[in-house]
Each structure stands twice: as structure tokens, then as C-alpha cells.
């Protein structure tokens, strides 16, 4: 069966503009996550949206923010970007719960000059 | 609060054995381990779920101690391709809370 799917797989973008990122989960997962991994930092939470509805949010500032649309495909955004902002953003999906585990798509590797 | 792993880093060399551990000072639901190769997603190698048992995988085990918040990852007969960063990530004690991964743990096993 197809994987998690994200695009696009590379993002260069300038300080101050705002991006969007592209996670289709796998067919039947309801949950998807959102993390930003950095070196150093592993991979920090974003996010979590089950059924269009978000869950749990991570401590990042509100320029970060995400959807669930009703097929399960999610979205993340990010506005006004800052350099630190770089970073590979990955998606997860699970089924609910997570009880066998949630798999990750390949990330979008974002790049703010 | 994202849970504390030790050590950060572990060199091998074939044949070795390691153990990798994750401690979290909040009462857990669950615990996940996944491996992330360069260039690659993590992928996930098991679950312990509280008052579940040792699960296993191929050579590659762990455990939760519920009254330690504590997980262990054994790996026995370490082989090349278990070159990696391991994760772990904990669920708190309740329904419907995140995935949080503690920074990491590099192994390197070289032949």
C-alpha cells in the first residue's frame, strides 16, 4: 500500500515569505503529526489533527499551523519565515491511537535564506 | 516533557552488544522506538505499551518499567545495518496525547 506522502520534497524560500507543506497519509489513518527535526534537536512536535480536529499542539509560536481536511490530507504553515525556521519538517500518520505505530513520510526540507 | 535518552552516542563493532535507555519524568501510556538512517524517514521498530510485556524484533528487544518510567533497548549481535539514530517517543498517561521524542541516540557499528 502507498506510504505517507509529502510535498514538496525540497522548499527554498526568503526570510519573511510564508510557506505551505503537503502530508497525504496512509489510506484508512486518521491521526497525522507534524514534527521539525534540526541536528541537535531530534525531532520536536509540531502538531497532531485526528479527524479535521486538532489534538495536541507542540510549544512553537503561532506563526506555525496546520489543518486536517475531511480525506485526512494535511497541511502545515508557516508564516512570516525566519532563518531558523530551516529544518527538515516531516509528517507522521497512524492509525488512532498509534497502537501499531506511526509511519513517517520522507519530510519537506525547507530552507529559509 | 520530552524524555531524557542515554547515551547519546554508542560505537560498535560487529557482534556487540548495547542497550539504549529512555527515562521520562511523566507517567506513560506507551513507549515507541524507531530507527532513522541518514537521508531517511524514521521507521518504527516496536511499542511497549504499560503493563505490557518485552516485545521483541529479529535481535533487537525492549522493555518499560511502569514504576521507573524507564524504557530499555537491547540490541544483541549488532550488525552493520543497525548503523542509526534511535528515538524513542512517549505517550502520557491519558487518551489522545502526542508522540514526543527524546533527541536521540547515534549507533555506529562498523565490521
Known amino acids: 500500500k502507498a506510504g505517507v506522502t509529502q510535498t514538496p520534497r525540497y522548499l527554498i524560500k526568503t526570510r519573511g515569505q510564508q510557506v505551505t507543506l503537503s502530508c497525504s497519509p496512509i489510506s484508512g489513518h486518521r491521526s497525522v503529526s507534524w514534527y521539525q527535526q534540526t541536528p541537535g534537536q531530534g525531532l520536536q512536535f509540531l502538531f497532531e489533527?485526528?479527524?479535521?480536529?486538532?489534538?495536541n499542539k507542540g510549544n512553537f509560536p503561532g506563526r506555525f499551523s496546520g489543518r486536517q481536511f475531511s480525506n485526512s490530507r494535511s497541511e502545515m504553515n508557516v508564516s512570516t519565515l525566519e532563518l531558523g525556521d530551516s529544518a527538515l519538517y516531516l509528517c507522521a500518520s497512524s492509525l488512532a491511537g498509534g497502537f501499531y505505530g506511526y509511519t513517517f513520510g520522507s519530510g519537506t526540507r525547507l530552507t529559509v535564506v | 516533557q520530552q524524555p531524557v535518552q542515554s547515551p547519546q552516542a554508542v560505537i560498535l563493532r560487529e557482534g556487540e552488544d548495547a542497550v539504549i535507555n529512555c527515562s521520562s519524568s511523566k507517567a506513560l501510556y506507551s513507549v515507541h522506538w524507531y530507527r532513522q538512517k541518514h537521508g531517511e524517514a524514521p521507521v518504527f521498530l516496536m511499542i511497549?505499551?504499560?503493563?505490557?510485556e518485552q516485545k521483541g524484533h529479529e535481535k533487537i528487544s525492549a522493555s518499560f518499567n511502569e514504576k521507573k518510567q524507564q524504557s530499555s533497548l537491547y540490541l544483541t549481535a549488532s550488525q552493520l545495518s543497525y548503523s542509526g539514530t534511535y528515538f524513542c517517543?512517549?505517550?502520557?498517561?491519558?487518551?489522545?496525547?502526542?508522540?514526543?521524542f527524546g533527541k536521540g541516540t547515534t549507533l555506529s557499528v562498523s565490521s
Open positions: 489533527y485526528f479527524s479535521e480536529t486538532q489534538r
Open positions: 517517543g512517549t505517550e502520557a498517561n491519558q487518551a489522545g496525547t502526542a508522540l514526543i
Open positions: 511497549l505499551l504499560k503493563g505490557g
